[in-house]
């Protein structure tokens, strides 16, 4: 199983930037898909989830209502579109898989992709 992230980069505070995550080896569509961020010397935390046709996904608080998780299943691709981006939206983000799993638990997804970094500036 791979997941490849990409679309990370720079972003100015308000702006928007969309990452993508295509994913191979496994059956896509059976997967709920998660997205989770990190900063250097702390916990990776949960972004927000989706089950695998897209019927329900859910949000941390920190970013509901400007965050917007969906997936192409045709295209094994789970992307986060994020807007009205905030300083402290800079992190490294990852892509998860888990397949009989919904939720926030990191614990609980067992494919990760390898990051990539989101920088918002002022």
């Known amino acids: 199983v791979q997941l490849q992230a990409s679309g990370g980069g720079l972003a100015q505070a308000g702006g928007s930037l969309r990452l993508s995550c295509v994913a191979s080896g496994l059956t896509f569509n059976g997967y709920n898909m998660a997205w989770f961020r990190q900063a250097p010397g702390r916990e990776r935390e949960f972004v927000a989830a989706?089950?695998?046709?897209?019927?329900?996904?859910t949000y941390a608080d920190s970013v509901k209502g400007r965050f917007t998780i969906s997936r192409d299943n045709a295209k094994n691709t789970v992307y986060l579109q994020m807007s009205s981006l905030k300083l402290e939206d800079t992190y490294v983000y990852y892509c998860?898989?888990?397949?009989?799993?919904?939720?926030?638990?990191?614990?609980?997804?067992?494919?990760w992709g390898q990051g990539t970094l989101v920088t918002v500036s002022s």
């Open positions: 989706i089950t695998p046709v897209g019927v329900t996904s």
């Open positions: 998860a898989a888990a397949e009989r799993y919904f939720g926030r638990d990191l614990s609980r997804y067992f494919h």
